[in-house]
């Protein structure tokens, strides 16, 4: 079946640093890509998505590339702050209504 | 707009014990979905309303849990007798359609069976 693999945590950064959190999957068909955030006392929040290969998802200086020949939406931010302290969810939708969720990689970031 | 909520926030309650977690979904969102994240694992799914019928309910772990849509708007969640096992942060989702159509998350609901 489908499923998201994505890199275990935590994952800890000094502010200013770069950040790539991995993320791979596996489905049948042509899955859309999400990326999910947690902020503690919060709920999921959509960060950004991609429907088809070669799509760029992009959002408050975060980004992931659809990449269909290598099955993966890794995430990427070219300079981290403190306030993106979180859990990231890497999921896929295969079109019907399912999400399939990644167990979730922890950032933190160090002033 | 008023996004996705659920009540309560957390619940802390003893194995045997009956629990209802609600969600009340984005006005006018047809579809909800309720999924579970237990101890640091996954986001997995449980089950999927089209208004207040249920589409799939292929990931309910087993018979202790009972959703329900009455109406089409709300949803409840009610596991009983709950087990320790159960313990985790239920998410409730909300969305226009199907397929396409993002999935919006509530807050969720902390649930500890002690």
């Known amino acids: 079946g489908d499923s998201v693999t994505q890199m275990e945590g935590p994952v800890t950064l000094s502010e200013e640093a770069f950040l790539t959190i991995n993320c791979t999957y596996t489905a049948t068909g042509y899955p859309s890509l999400f990326w999910y955030v947690q902020y503690p006392g919060e709920g999921l929040q959509l960060l950004l998505k991609a429907t088809k290969a070669d799509d760029k998802g992009s959002n408050k200086g975060f980004e992931a590339t659809y990449r269909k020949e290598t099955t993966s939406f890794h995430l990427e931010k070219g300079s981290v702050q403190v306030s993106d302290s979180a859990v990231y969810f890497c999921?896929?939708?295969?079109?019907?209504?399912?999400?399939?969720f990644g167990t979730g990689t922890r950032l933190k970031v160090l002033a | 707009e008023a996004g996705v909520t659920q009540f309560p926030s957390h619940s802390v309650i003893e194995k045997g014990q009956t629990v209802t977690l609600r969600c009340d979904p984005i006005?006018?969102?047809?579809?909800l979905y309720w999924y579970r994240r237990v101890m640091g694992k996954e986001i997995k799914f449980l089950l999927h309303f089209v208004k207040e019928s249920k589409q799939d309910e292929s990931g309910m772990p087993n018979n202790r849990f009972l959703a329900e849509r009455t109406g089409g708007t709300y949803s409840t969640l009610k596991v009983q007798p709950a087990e320790l096992e159960d313990s985790g942060v239920y998410f409730c989702?909300?969305?226009?359609?199907?397929?396409?159509?993002?999935?919006?998350f509530g807050p969720g609901t902390r649930l500890t069976v002690l």
């Open positions: 989702a909300s969305s226009l359609g199907q397929g396409r159509h993002t999935q919006y």
């Open positions: 006005s006018g969102h047809d579809n």
């Open positions: 999921a896929l939708s295969d079109r019907t209504y399912k999400y399939i």
